[in-house]
């Protein structure tokens, strides 16, 4: 094993200047994720990359100074510009997916979302990764501030074992639709070989995104994609355990407890601890206390809320406002049940101390954790950490992550529902001492059981010991010796599949279209010395025409039902080989379309001799079942018609009978010499016609991570243009090298 590179969107330190020109200070960031990070990231002498902060008010000598310490921990720093810190971090990042993230669609705002930016920056930060991780690292990216980031990895370190862990809820899919770039995001994602989640109904959602929005299904916990085995798994995220009990058992701690409750005066102590953030549902917590007192005004007096807010994102404007708010709200419920002697909530808006929130810890009767939706929720283990007494009760939002583990010894509610959570305080407040610590000890059993350090080893484990790709792709050196091999022919053939093969694979058929770059890969091909070029696609001859028709490219449409010849001077018509009959059109037609109504997302597209029933924007389980049943009537209601269908990426196709893309290799060599080379290329079910009837010379390639007679395989789409380019480029160096001598051993003709 290498060395471990984690990457975040900030190092885990603090950065300190000193206002008198002496020497800043480097600190360890007290937060959870480097608490945890910092034993691997120093046994594996590893690298931690990520952002420094603002280091704007240190002189050149301070920031050398600076880069210096942290090149001395292994920290690498990606600066950022004031202009990238607002529009990736503050924008993008913090305005957009945070709210969509946890459901919050209201405050995202209506322009001016910054995705350039967070493009852009997450592509910095894998330059950064890149610069410097070697061979055998593991690269653990955090967050969904990057989530590009291992994507813009593989594409760099094709090679690279890289896993990404998010720290906050993964939406539904219907939730995560309303994110315009959601597909990128996603992909951004599959880059990983390992994504983590808190909890396994975030890696289902996120698998049943992956399914409605790109349609990759899951096997298992396991997404192939682009020829790789990517899984997603669930990784409770810990805390320091044992380091919050030490503290909580230090005598100093233990006298700061004592004299918060006598600062109380005898009230019972409800406590809160949060970022001052909207997701964390401090209105509505002080809406409970509200609707409490009124409802049992005998607890004036007798129970106090401390509420530490810290302060979060205060160069956003929309968390100034919300600090507003609270303040206001605060002032309302002190000034309704309020006496001269008492307050019912005290707010604290400032940062603590971990010894001093230790210390609340211990002092609270009541821990009110009631967020609206929150991916773990670390203050909950906290508060159940630092409770060496066993005493004290836990109120947990059944919305946080930390609810799937603490959910036994918690008294769970639903924050949106004010009167319940008032009743719960309540209950909470006369639990007999016997319940609270048989809760307790439940949930500290969990705590301590699985801490922050086994929250690491456990991921990194898996990454490690992650299986190697269920269908491999072939190596890079193998592939340059086949295009060399093709190069070498004394003609070429290339039979180019479009849908999945050169064009990526859309939600709907219509989506699709041939971009310029394609266009003039496809033109630079048929202009190679001694090489033809084919198009073989299920799209009917309209569809073709109008995407390559100006093209010198032979075109087959309709699975090679039709199609039209190399163009020597003006296009010719497009003609069959065999009389074509659509008799069974007017049977088939009605029932797809009665499915479609059935099955919402499912279409019906006609061709001139075929039909297609497309399920990829159905309900994936649904549209898995109905294209079952159809396979089964079909089957039936044709054995007498000349026509069959068909399975294919989420298409049931019907077509007349015999219809194969095999005639394609037929018509694409029925004018080539001896020793004419064909290169076919494809996706799906319908290309393993063209694949089978290649002769011995042939060369098949698969794309994709579908399951393929094909002995060489490419990734993607991308990957198949890739391999093209290299092809060109190799023909054109070959004649260059033939024009300069005829007899050279380099020259395709040389004896």
Request: charged fraction near 25%; charge should be negative; glycine fraction near 8%.
């Amino acid at each position: 094993m290498g060395r471990l590179v984690i990457v975040s969107n900030r190092l885990p330190v603090t950065v300190r200047a000193d206002g008198g020109g002496g020497e800043p200070q480097v600190a360890r960031s007290p937060g959870g994720l480097a608490t945890g990070l910092s034993g691997p990231h120093e046994a594996a002498e590893g690298l931690w990359i990520g952002w420094p902060g603002d280091l704007s008010a240190l002189g050149p000598e301070q920031r050398e100074r600076v880069r210096a310490e942290l090149e001395a921990q292994r920290l690498v720093p990606v600066d950022l510009t004031a202009e990238e810190v607002s529009g990736y971090y503050e924008g993008f990042s913090n305005r957009v997916l945070w709210p969509l993230f946890h459901y919050l669609l209201d405050h995202i705002p209506l322009e001016a979302m910054q995705w350039e930016i967070y493009r852009r920056v997450n592509a910095r930060f894998a330059d950064a990764v890149a610069e410097r991780a070697s061979p055998d690292d593991t690269i653990w990216v955090q967050d969904y501030q990057l989530c590009l980031v291992p994507a813009l990895l593989r594409e760099r370190l094709p090679g690279a074992r890289i896993g990404f862990f998010l720290h906050i809820p993964f939406p539904t899919s219907e939730v995560l639709q309303a994110l315009p770039w959601r597909d990128e995001l996603l992909r951004g994602l599959l880059g990983a070989d390992l994504v983590g989640f808190h909890t396994s109904l975030y890696a289902r959602q996120c698998a049943m995104a992956l399914r409605r929005l790109l349609g990759l299904s899951a096997d298992g916990d396991r997404v192939l994609y682009q020829g790789r085995s990517v899984r997603l798994g669930a990784y409770p995220m810990g805390i320091d355990a044992e380091g919050f009990a030490r503290e909580a058992e230090r005598e100093e701690v233990a006298a700061r407890a004592q004299e918060l409750r006598r600062e109380a005066g005898g009230a019972r102590l409800l406590l809160g601890i949060d970022r001052l953030d909207y997701t964390k549902g401090i209105r509505r917590r002080l809406l409970a206390l509200d609707r409490l007192l009124e409802r049992a005004p005998e607890l004036r007096g007798q129970v106090t809320l401390v509420q530490i807010a810290v302060p979060s994102r205060t160069s956003i404007a929309e968390y100034d406002e919300f600090r507003q708010d609270v303040d206001e709200m605060v002032g309302r419920v002190n000034g309704a049940h309020g006496t001269t002697s008492w307050s019912p909530v005290r707010y604290l808006y400032r940062s603590f101390s971990r010894e001093d929130l230790v210390a609340f810890y211990r002092a609270a009767d009541v821990m009110l954790v009631t967020p609206l939706r929150d991916g773990m929720n670390l203050v909950a283990k906290e508060f159940v950490a630092s409770r060496v007494d066993e005493r004290g009760v836990l109120l947990l939002s059944e919305l946080a992550g930390a609810a799937a583990e603490l959910g036994a010894g918690a008294l769970l509610v639903n924050p949106y529902d004010v009167d319940g959570t008032s009743d719960a305080i309540l209950r909470a407040l006369a639990m007999p001492q016997g319940e609270q610590r048989e809760r307790m000890r439940a949930m500290r059993e969990r705590v301590f059981g699985w801490d922050v350090h086994r929250w690491v080893r456990a991921f990194l484990q898996d990454l490690e010991a992650g299986q190697a790709p269920r269908l491999a792709l072939t190596p890079e050196d193998v592939l340059q010796r086949l295009r060399e091999r093709i190069a070498l022919a004394p003609r070429r053939a290339l039979l180019l599949d479009v849908d999945g093969t050169l064009l990526e694979h859309r939600l709907e058929p219509g989506m699709v279209t041939p971009d310029a770059e394609l266009l003039a890969l496809l033109l630079r091909l048929a202009g190679l010395p001694r090489t033809e070029v084919h198009v073989v696609s299920g799209r009917p001859a309209a569809v073709l025409e109008a995407w390559f028709g100006q093209l010198p490219v032979g075109l087959h449409a309709e699975h090679g039902l039709w199609w039209r010849p190399i163009p020597h001077g003006q296009p010719g018509p497009w003609r069959a080989d065999r009389p074509v009959s659509t008799a069974w059109k007017g049977r088939v037609r009605p029932v797809l379309e009665a499915l479609s109504l059935r099955t919402p997302g499912a279409l019906v597209e006609e061709k001139p001799s075929t039909l297609a029933w497309h399920y990829r924007r159905a309900e994936p389980e649904l549209g898995e079942a109905r294209a079952s049943e159809l396979l089964l009537w079909l089957e039936e209601a044709l054995k007498d018609e000349e026509a069959e269908a068909i399975a294919g990426d989420r298409v049931v196709e019907v077509r007349p009978r015999g219809a194969s893309k095999a005639a394609v290799v037929t018509r694409a060599l029925a004018s080539a010499p001896p020793g004419a080379v064909p290169v076919a290329m494809g996706d799906d079910r319908t290309d393993e016609d063209l694949f089978a009837a290649l002769p011995p010379s042939g060369v098949a390639l698969h794309v994709g991570a579908r399951e393929s007679a094909a002995p060489y395989r490419l990734p993607s789409a991308a990957a198949a243009r890739r391999f093209l380019r290299a092809l060109a480029d190799e023909v054109e160096r070959l004649d260059r090298a033939e024009a300069t001598d005829p007899w050279s051993s380099a020259s395709p003709r040389s004896p």
